[in-house]
Nanobody, 127 residues
Framework: QVQLVESGGGLVQAGGSLRVSCEAS????????MGWFRQAPGKEREFVAA??????????DYNDAVKGRFTVSGDSAKNTVSLQMVSLSPEDTAVYYC??????????????????WGQGTQVTVSS
């Protein structure tokens, strides 16, 4: 049974940095697309960033709200993905969820396309 296990997150002051990581354990296959979503209190879950591997090529996508501040990276062979976050603001406060799919997702932003999800890790940015 595939499980996505997240680590990292926590409390940081505005302007600070955090890193969240995720590993897909129990998988006998390679995830082709892995990404991050977040959900703030009272808001819908939104796409943050994703990475996709395909025949030696790597593609990434970012929500405009985090572009230039967040960097997604990963290792397809190890089924891991990380999100390095800098210049954090209180608006980034949310539960961050790791998502993964074994298929090639031409569009990485729709949450409904991902088959596997982590339990979420809290990121809190204080002002």
């Amino acid at each position: 049974q595939v499980q996505l296990v997240e680590s990292g997150g926590g409390l940081v002051q505005a302007g600070g940095s955090l890193r969240v990581s995720c590993e897909a354990s129990g998988s006998t296959f390679t995830m082709t697309t892995m990404g991050w979503f977040r959900q703030a209190p009272g808001k819908e879950r939104e796409f943050v960033a994703a990475i996709r591997w395909n025949q030696g090529d790597t593609a990434t996508d970012y929500n405009d709200a985090v572009k230039g501040r967040f960097t997604v990276s990963g290792d397809s062979a190890k089924n891991t993905v990380s999100l390095q976050m800098v210049s954090l603001s209180p608006e980034d406060t949310a539960v961050y969820y790791c998502a993964a799919d074994r298929g090639f997702l031409p569009y990485m932003r729709p949450a409904r396309l991902y088959d596997y999800w982590g339990q979420g890790t809290q990121v809190t940015v204080s002002s």
